[in-house]
């Protein structure tokens, strides 16, 4: 499998892991310029903008660790302006999920809820 398709195997099953959950997909892979959110999920209390990161069992850099000081950064600038464009009065929450795929196979799925927040970056919802 290409990189490209573990990814979108990786979102996939994220996807039916919140939809499980009792989760609503808004969007998926909303970009702007400089950023991107690749799923964006709702309930009746939150809108969750989640990070997902599938890797191969002996990947020297866990998912969680990939999801660094820039890429929150760069996740938190793309969720205000989603949040922007789509009103509503659900709590913004950013979470992350890291899938653990070996040949084409989902063998986890580990997901943190609210894994950051806004501390420390320059955006208000």
Partial sequence: ??????????????????????YTIAARNYRIKGGEIDIIAENSEYIAFVEVKARKPDSMVSGFEAVNKR???????????????????????????????????VLSIDYIINAYDTTGYNFIF
């Fill in 1 to 22: 499998m290409t990189n490209s398709e573990i990814g979108k195997l990786g979102e996939d099953s994220v996807c039916a892991y919140l939809v499980g959950h009792g």
């Fill in 71 to 105: 890429k929150r950064g760069l996740v938190i600038k793309t969720a205000a302006d989603y949040c922007c464009k789509h009103p509503n009065l659900l709590q913004p929450r950013f979470d992350v999920a890291q899938v653990i795929i070996d040949r084409g196979r």
